[in-house]
């Protein structure tokens, strides 16, 4: 008797084990890999969704050939373009290794929420992808492969990396994209990449500088990476490099001579807000650096005189540059620098009092950046 | 539990071996020499090994076990000294070697199975034994099993005697109880008991006298017959109790507070109450310096969970969580495993099983093809099923880390304990991924939360979690702020030093 019982329950639990077994599982060998996705709006206003795929044999030492293939499928929806990509390809298309996410021009015209959105709803998408504007189509920056790395993704990751670590563009993925876009008092900027040549032989994928955003939607002004990356500075955010060569005289021959590179040691940058009886705006943004000269060919540094003046010119020009930084984002109407995040801290009776899209462009903005050279290099 | 209990279920007959207990009896001596001869004959069953021998005309017997005593011991011990006495004048008392007297003819018998000579002199109803027992024993060599770097390289050997010789030579004291049991019905096993009177739990040492009484059985080959009798849980799979040959670890476990039960025959001491932590101590960790020993401490904890988890945590991957492959790892594990064609829990499972079938081949055979087995299982087979696209080659790495790991447990109870846990970890993560293995683990901790041993959390000191006494778990702090015993055993005396480093550096 009880061993009858006994074998009916081993019995049972061996039959839960080998029917209901291994039903939610999903095999890494029969996922199609996506490393990198691209997304553009036809002319008849459908979504047009670019994959690259990455294939791999193996060989007798551990991997052997990589190629990557690029599919492209249309769709109402990025949702309905993606399974209308999973219809071409053998597999199942899997993008929870997703390294790299760009986004056409056309797309980020209009609001690029509903495109992301497939992003952010499910839950195995790779949050910590990165995300990218292309200057043309998203789908030619895809398809451009270079000779040395065949895997156009790891191209652009690798790209958008090493321009986070010199500053040219803020560390953010699309995670914290996500964060920024709904918040009323701050906008975010996305890297611009660019094919760059005109003639697609000799082109290569680069970054262009940082698109400029308001709410949702891209508004055609770029910074240039050097700007870019004093506006990382003026944003208490720099990278782990920060390095900007400026032209500090005119008449020197050669032509070189004119030119001072330098690297950031420390930044400080201060935003003091004034706020008027009548709601009058006035924000005094003050930058300190300090500098190391890596490259002075003129020299003189030993010189205090000439020390000073050079400190001096350094401050004078980053201080005009930083305005014109400060023009084109109140231009495009972005609040990259989150104002309007401290507006709606510390004077919420005038942020509710105002209306912020209206009145950002109006603000005042005083700009001041303050260089001093601290280190002049090993031998001088 | 109950269900297994009732269906392994004891059968009560304590009948069966009336018979062989008939020495326990008395029987008288006949004066007359042949009846007693006859009488032994009889009870042993006509032994073809047994010595007799009439001396002095025949007014003497010497009976003995020529396959148990030293022939020259009994020349030495018997012979000779009756040779040189008068012939009508058989003086016992006076051989320097004087014999034990008994008037229990049984007693004789227990004696001559011992390797005793008897002596039986015409006319008196009474008997002498002398001890000619022969010795044939193996040096006491380091155990193959557990052998250290530094240290002692003593190991216990076959002979009980010996092997408590090795205990007391290491603790001169007064404390040290031994006793000596006999168990096995039919063999008669001396098995010895030994702990520190004023250390060990009475609780203790009362339930291991009570359990090794309840001992029925008619045989006790190893320590591992005495270790199933006593044990708490024997549907566990953690031992209950450490076996060891080495006498420095039985001396400090005894200081423990600990109890050592040795088995005559066999050069395996159990040691009882122990903890899980106790399976991954070694001597080695003491005879070093303590930042050597914790660091070899926290490698071997380590290769524990290695051991237990990485196989199903490659295997959870790859067939629910590949998101958590690094970037730069995705495509050369794709590589490996896209051409596989069967689903990673066959692959995890036959890549175990292949190693525990080498290893198996490996133990009983001589050392020359045990290596041959080993490479050609090892090397071959692991080349060969990569090539031909059984199993990938990421796998081979993972199962070969995971049985590396396993061979770090000094203890080779524990090591199969943690060999046979692969298992179910591997089903429960092909099942259920990570929330498998979750439940898995959740599963062994709650058993090693409840196991004891002889009263004694198993667990401990995690749980019941004693602050204090994790210094000599993950880390091995150094000998002098070791200044209490563990509590886990309930030691009588909690302290073990006082300040051993008072004085000043100068």
């Known amino acids: 008797m009880i061993t009858k019982r006994l074998g009916q329950l081993i019995l049972l639990l061996g039959c839960l084990i080998f029917t209901a077994g291994c039903w939610d599982q999903r095999l890494f060998k029969e996922a199609q890999l996506v490393l990198s996705g691209g997304t553009d709006l036809t002319d008849s206003g459908k979504i047009s969704m670019t994959v690259s795929l990455p294939y791999v044999r193996k060989s007798e030492q551990g991997m052997g050939e990589e190629s990557v293939q690029i599919i492209s499928a249309h769709g109402n929806t990025p949702r309905e373009a993606r399974m209308n990509i999973d219809k071409k390809i053998p597999g199942n298309l899997d993008a929870s290794k997703m390294k790299v996410v760009v986004l056409g021009k056309k797309v980020t015209e209009q609001k690029i929420y509903p495109v992301l959105d497939v992003f952010y709803r499910n839950p195995k998408s790779n949050l910590s992808a990165l995300l990218a504007v292309a200057e043309g189509p998203a789908k030619a920056i895809l398809s451009k492969d270079s000779a040395d790395t065949p895997k156009v993704s790891d191209y652009l990751r690798n790209l958008l990396k090493s321009a986070e670590t010199s500053s040219i563009i803020p560390t953010q993925n699309i995670q914290d994209v996500f964060s920024v876009m709904f918040d009323p008092g701050k906008d975010f900027m996305l890297p611009l990449l660019s094919l760059g040549n005109v003639d697609i032989e000799n082109s290569i994928n680069n970054i262009k500088g940082l698109a400029i955003f ?167 | 539990m109950k269900l297994l209990k009732k269906f392994l279920g004891k059968k009560e007959d304590n009948n069966y071996m009336k018979d062989y207990r008939n020495l326990e009896d008395t029987k ?156 096995g019905e039919r063999s008669n096993t001396n098995v010895g008991v030994l702990f520190m009177q004023s250390l060990a739990d009475p609780e203790v040492v009362k339930k291991l006298d009570e359990r090794l009484k309840w001992i029925t059985s008619d045989t006790i080959i190893s320590p591992g017959y005495v270790e199933e009798f006593i044990e708490d849980t024997p549907s566990s799979p953690f031992p209950q109790m450490l076996n060891t040959e080495r006498p420095d670890g039985v001396m400090s476990d005894l200081m423990e507070g600990r109890v ?77 495993i896209d051409d596989i064609a069967y689903p990673p829990i066959l692959e995890a499972l036959v890549m175990v099983i292949t190693i525990e079938l080498i290893r198996e081949a490996g133990v009983r055979l001589p050392t020359p093809v045990g290596q041959t087995i080993g490479i050609v299982g090892g090397l071959i087979i692991g080349d060969a099923v990569v090539r031909a696209g059984l199993i990938s080659n990421v796998m081979i790495v993972i199962i070969a880390t995971t049985a590396i790991a396993s061979f770090v447990v000094p203890s080779n109870e524990m090591s199969t304990t943690v060999r046979i846990l692969i298992y179910p970890m591997i089903l429960s993560a092909a099942l259920l991924g990570f929330v498998g293995i979750t439940f898995a683990s959740m599963i062994i901790l709650i058993h090693l939360c409840k196991l004891e041993s002889f009263g004694t959390p198993y667990f401990s000191p995690w749980a019941p979690l004693k602050w204090n006494e994790l210094k000599d778990t993950f880390i091995r702090v150094p000998v002098w702020k070791m200044n209490q015993r563990p509590s886990d055993t309930q030691v009588e005396e909690l302290n073990r030093q006082r300040e051993s480093r008072g004085w000043k550096k100068t």
């Open chain 2, 260 to 336: 050592a039960v040795m088995v005559e025959g066999s050069p395996t001491a159990l040691i009882l109450p122990v903890t899980l932590m106790a399976f991954y101590q070694t001597p080695d960790d003491y005879n070093g310096r303590w930042i050597a020993g914790s660091y070899l401490r926290m490698i071997r904890l380590l290769s524990f969970f290695l051991a237990v988890t990485l196989p199903a945590f490659y295997t959870a991957i790859i067939a629910f969580h590949f998101e958590f492959i690094p970037n730069d790892l995705v495509l050369p594990i794709k590589a490996s």
């Open chain 1, 214 to 380: 308001s709410g949702e939607q891209y508004t055609g002004e770029y910074l240039t990476p050097e700007q870019g990356v004093l506006f990382q500075l003026m944003d208490n955010n720099k990278g782990r490099r920060a390095r900007l060569t400026k032209k500090i005289s005119e008449n020197r021959d050669p032509e070189i001579l004119n030119y001072i590179t330098i690297d950031v040691n420390t930044v400080n940058s201060r935003m003091d807000l004034k706020v008027s009886d009548n709601n009058e705006i006035t924000v005094d943004l003050t930058t300190d650096l300090t500098v190391k000269a890596i490259e002075y060919p003129k020299d003189q540094l030993t010189n205090r005189k000439e020390f000073n003046k050079l400190n001096e010119s350094l401050s004078k020009s980053f201080t005009q540059e930083a305005d014109k930084i400060i023009q084109k984002l109140q231009e495009a109407n972005s609040d990259a620098l989150g104002i309007g995040r401290k507006i709606i801290a510390f004077h919420h009776d005038t942020w509710e009092a105002l209306e912020w899209e209206e009145t950002y462009p109006e603000i005042t903005i005083n700009t001041k950046v303050n260089v001093e050279l601290v280190q002049r290099g090993i031998i001088h």
């Open chain 2, 28 to 183: 008288q001596i006949s004066s007359k020499l042949d009846d007693n001869l006859s009488y032994i004959q009889q009870k042993l069953n006509h032994p073809s090994d047994l010595q007799k021998m009439y001396l002095k005309d025949g007014k003497a017997l010497l009976v003995y076990l020529e396959t148990l005593s030293d022939q020259d011991k009994v020349n030495e011990k018997v012979i000779l000294p009756l040779s040189k006495m008068d012939n009508n004048q058989i003086q016992i008392k006076n051989m320097e070697s004087t014999g034990k007297q008994h008037t229990d003819l049984h007693e004789g018998i227990k004696q001559l199975l011992k390797g005793h000579a008897l002596l039986f002199i015409k006319g008196t109803p009474e008997l002498y034994t002398f001890n000619a027992t022969a010795i044939h024993n193996r040096s006491v060599d380091e155990p193959a099993n557990e052998k250290v770097v530094r240290g002692s390289h003593e190991g216990f050997v076959e002979n009980i005697i010996i092997n408590i010789n090795l205990i007391r030579k290491r603790i001169e004291s007064t404390d040290l109880a031994v006793r000596y049991y006999k168990v």
